[in-house]
């Protein structure tokens, strides 16, 4: 079984630049996670995705973070303009359903400079 | 609201040493469900285990063993005969029936050595 596919790997951008990540989750899971890992830190929920809707976006800076989920399957991550905090790994995950184990890809490096 | 705590930041052991990583949650929903995930140098997240609130059996997959206690709200993980490759950062995590979103601990550093 395919498991979670992120990318690009990594990516370096200047300030106020804009940069998108794509995700592309195990078959057949209905609920999609994309979290900001900042180095020596946990996990932090930016959106959640039930199908194709969004169950919780609380932390997500709408400012300047966006995400979508077209058709319940592929999903995808924007920042516009990119700040040097955004710096960290950005990791998406799928599972069955909202209570089932979540499994994650490799995840995106991205460096702001 | 939610919230997982793992008050250890770093443990160094020996290899074959016996280690425990503890990971205490908060909630107010009788419903909740706890993980615990590895992520090694490599940087993915690896799922280890997933518990419901109702069931406290404590559960053993070879060196790994988890030890729920509600009582206590302590969701522990122990490593018998640690090995080198077990070196990782280790993340208790909860979902809770109200919330259904996965809260991450801060994690814990495991440093294995010869």
């Known amino acids: 079984e395919a498991g979670v596919a992120q990318s690009p790997r990594y990516k370096i951008i200047e300030k106020r630049q804009s940069v998108a990540f794509w995700c592309n989750p195990i078959?057949?899971?209905?609920?999609l996670y994309w979290y900001q890992q900042i180095l020596g830190q946990g996990p932090k929920l930016l959106i959640q995705?039930?199908?194709?809707?969004?169950?919780?976006d609380s932390q997500l800076p709408k400012d300047r973070f966006s995400a979508e989920r077209l058709k319940g399957v592929d999903s995808t991550l924007k920042i516009q303009p990119a700040k040097l905090e955004d710096s960290a790994v950005y990791l998406c995950?799928?599972?069955?359903?909202?209570?089932?184990?979540?499994?994650f890809g490799q995840g995106t490096r991205l460096t702001v400079v | 609201a939610q919230k997982v705590t793992q008050a250890q930041t770093e443990i160094s052991v020996v290899e074959k040493e016996d280690v425990t990583l503890d990971c205490v949650y908060e909630?107010?929903?009788?419903?909740?469900?706890l993980f615990w995930y590895k992520q090694p140098p490599s940087g993915e997240l690896v799922f280890l285990i997933r518990?419901?609130?109702?069931?406290?059996q404590n559960e053993i997959s070879g060196r790994y063993s988890w030890n729920f206690q509600k009582s206590t709200s302590s969701f522990n993980f122990t490593i018998t005969a640690s090995q080198v490759v077990d070196s990782a950062v280790y993340f208790c995590?909860?979902?809770?029936?109200?919330?259904?979103?996965?809260?991450f601990g801060t994690g814990t550093r495991l440093q294995v050595t010869l």
């Open positions: 078959s057949g899971h209905a609920t």
């Open positions: 909630t107010r929903d009788t419903t909740y469900y």
């Open positions: 995950a799928s599972s069955l359903d909202r209570e089932g184990e979540a499994f």
């Open positions: 995705f039930q199908n194709n809707g969004v169950v919780d």
């Open positions: 518990r419901n609130s109702f069931d406290e």
């Open positions: 995590a909860l979902i809770t029936g109200t919330a259904s979103k996965l809260t």
